[in-house]
């Protein structure tokens, strides 16, 4: 059967998980093997939540769009929310690499559990909070420290999110200028270009400057064509 794989990590979903991009591929990969499985393609959202629809994140809907089955890590990476499970059953295949033999009910089940159990870890934190309050407020040195410790995590990780965030807004800032000189690295290679330098001699020629308004060098022309997709040699002319 062929297969795609769905990948997902978010600063809070890798923090519980422990799931990154390399040990989600590990555990698809071993489940592929032992099922006979042929992964032909391979989506990743970085930086998403698992509460967002997987239809409403870029790489999860071109996976949902290919038609065959995909395959995830662990159910909580195709998403947290039960409803969310519960509707792509009705219109999808997918596979779970740590219960590959579970059926739709199965999967089902042990969504409602695990979104069951979120719930009283939730509530137990925000019991657990509420009595460190309290107890901070009575002037217990222990309890100040350690909202005070909690207070700087929380910190360092809206900071790091932060961070991931505007690495994303630069991929799409560099995806769109890249688009920009498709076609005219298109018919560059089209009329005859066979190298990275004869790539940036033709863009010079047609007058069309870099994204920061200089000239290209072949690295330049290199690092958009590998952005866009384009090799020399095979570029079709339809």
């Not at 489940?31 to 994140?57: K, N």
């Not at 939730?122 to 309890?143: C, H, I, Y």
Request: aromatic share 6%; glycine share 8%.
């Amino acid at each position: 059967m062929e297969v795609v794989g769905y990948y997902r990590v978010s600063t809070k979903g890798q923090g519980e998980s422990g799931l990154g991009l390399d040990a989600q591929r590990e555990y698809v990969k071993f489940a592929a093997e032992q099922q006979g499985w042929v992964v032909v393609a391979e989506f990743e959202d970085v930086g998403i939540s698992g509460s967002i629809h997987p239809l409403e994140r870029p790489a999860g809907a071109r996976a949902f769009a290919d038609g065959r089955p995909i395959v995830v890590a662990k159910l909580d990476r195709m998403s947290r929310d039960v409803e969310h499970i519960a509707g792509l059953m009705k219109r999808h295949k997918f596979r779970v690499a740590t219960m590959p033999t579970a059926d739709t009910f199965q999967l089902h089940i042990y969504a409602v559990l695990a979104e069951q159990e979120r719930t009283f870890i939730s509530e137990r934190t925000k019991a657990a909070l509420k009595s460190l309050g309290t107890r901070a407020s009575n002037g217990d040195e222990e309890a100040v420290q350690k909202i005070r410790n909690r207070s700087q995590a929380l910190a360092k990780g809206r900071s790091q999110l932060n961070r991931t965030k505007g690495h994303d807004t630069q991929r799409k800032q560099a995806d769109d200028r890249a688009a920009l000189v498709k076609d005219a690295i298109r018919l560059c290679i089209i009329d005859g270009a066979t190298s990275l330098q004869a790539v940036a001699d033709c863009l010079i020629t047609r007058k069309i400057p870099t994204a920061r308004g200089g000239q290209w060098s072949p690295t330049a022309a290199m690092r958009v064509m590998q952005r866009l997709g384009l090799e020399l040699n095979k570029v079709s002319t339809n």
